[in-house]
């Protein structure tokens, strides 16, 4: 028996790359079946070889986390790919995503690219949110390279996954800081202002030594209706300074009397942006619960 990374999955077989860095072609033992269980990729599993090139997945380890679009597991951090141009940037979106890697405990780096159309200056603006609250935001231009070298520097070692909605030069990006593999880029169309979806597939691609990438298809909207109500409020860091601090135990931080986080608002110390999307996010799972 020997343990192994799953690499790709096409139609039932397993790509999995063992420890000694071969790659062998597996299939799953019947028993994940009964177990409605299925290998992904990202899963570390124990496989017993059948000669040089097949096997057979044994077992899954245990999961650090897993993602559903792409189906995916063991992330250690995710790129988030935002154009602060062209198309505009939806605050909404990227903090429905930042609530999905809280919730699967994975570290974000905000990437906001086209920074050469950036004519209003939002970078300074939406990096004084985001890097405030302790995430690393990063300014690139996916064409000239600017801001390459220090994605580079912080892909080593990690399993990443990039995400962004489409047309905001995510592809060109991935494509910059690896050359195993060149994923098709779509320009903008300027009928309607939103990018081609080109990314197809997902699997691990392996940059370096314990270092892999994985990108993701483009998206418009994250759903987080599997989050409970009660939940939301812990994925949205700045909360957690001053949570304790509301005269309710319970307080959701929207209609209640005596709220710290409300009060945070109001001095400036929370983003009004943030709040207000926490606010839509809290709405639409209480309307949710309601049917």
Do not use: W
Request: glycine residues 6%.
């Amino acid at each position: 028996m020997q343990q192994g990374r799953i690499v790709r999955g096409i139609a039932g077989f397993y790509y999995v790359k063992l420890d000694d860095g071969s790659i062998v072609e597996c299939k799953a033992r019947g028993k994940f079946r009964r177990d409605k269980l299925s290998p992904i990729v990202g899963d570390n599993v124990i496989v017993e070889k059948i000669d040089d090139e097949k096997g057979v997945i044994d077992s899954i380890l245990p999961r650090k986390n897993e993602l559903i679009r792409p189906q995916v597991s063991n992330i250690d951090q995710a790129i988030l790919v935002f154009a602060l141009k062209d198309p505009d940037i939806s605050l909404e979106v990227l903090d429905r995503v930042l609530v999905l890697t809280e919730y699967n405990n994975i570290d974000a780096v905000i990437c906001f690219n086209k920074c050469d159309l950036d004519v209003d200056n939002k970078f300074d603006y939406l990096s004084k949110i985001y890097s405030s609250i302790g995430y690393k935001v990063i300014k690139t231009n996916g064409k000239t390279g600017e801001g390459i070298e220090e994605i580079k520097k912080i892909l080593k070692n990690k399993t990443t996954v990039f995400a962004g909605p489409s047309g905001v030069g995510k592809s060109t990006i991935f494509n910059k800081v690896q050359n195993k593999v060149i994923m098709q880029t779509g320009e903008i169309s300027k009928k309607v202002s939103r990018g081609k979806h080109t990314t197809r597939h997902a699997e691990l691609i392996d940059i370096d030594d314990n270092t892999y990438l994985v990108d993701t298809p483009g998206f418009s909207l994250i759903d987080l209706s599997f989050i409970e109500i009660e939940e939301l409020q812990n994925y949205f860091r700045e909360f957690n300074e001053y949570s304790s601090e509301c005269r309710f135990t319970s307080c959701l931080h929207f209609k209640e009397r005596d709220c710290m986080i409300k009060n945070k608002v109001e001095e400036g110390v929370i983003s009004k942006d943030r709040y207000d999307n926490y606010i839509k996010f809290l709405t639409e799972l209480q309307q949710n619960r309601r049917y």
